[in-house]
């Protein structure tokens, strides 16, 4: 293998380049509600908690039985999630923004069933 051959095949070098689009444009949100710009609707801390516990219950059976190290790392991050309280929400909507990311690019959900998993419980339906 030359050092010019790429590890991982274009296709999957696209979804992880657009993973990544994904997670600058969260972070883009994050910085405009910093700056006074609220965004159109925003996460509470119990709708983070209970979106965070959609994907720790999905990863689990896959991560124990797979031990596939993407999958491992976001289900840690989950873990160390769940320690936080509230006043840690921002850092929450960053990983948050990360997980959903491997998730995709992993092919568990798509970007549609993602944002009805972040939608407020209002609008779901």
Not at 16 to 41: C, D, I, M, Q, Y
Not at 73 to 94: I, Q
Not at 100 to 112: F, R
Request: net charge neutral; hydrophobic share 35%.
């Amino acid at each position: 293998m030359s050092s010019t051959t790429p590890i991982l095949p274009k296709d999957d070098t696209e979804r992880r380049k657009r993973a990544f689009a994904l997670w600058e444009n969260r972070v883009e949100t994050l910085k405009e509600s910093v700056n006074g710009k609220k965004p159109e609707a925003t996460m509470t801390y119990d709708k983070v908690r209970a979106v965070m516990s959609i994907y720790e219950h999905r990863l689990r059976p896959f991560v124990e039985y797979t031990g596939y190290s993407e999958l491992n790392h976001v289900t840690g991050m989950l873990v160390e999630m769940a320690t936080w309280g509230p006043e840690r929400l921002e850092k929450m909507f960053r990983w948050l923004g990360f997980i959903q990311g491997v998730l995709w690019c992993e092919g568990m959900y798509t970007i549609d069933q993602m944002k009805e998993h972040n939608r407020p419980d209002q609008e779901i339906g």
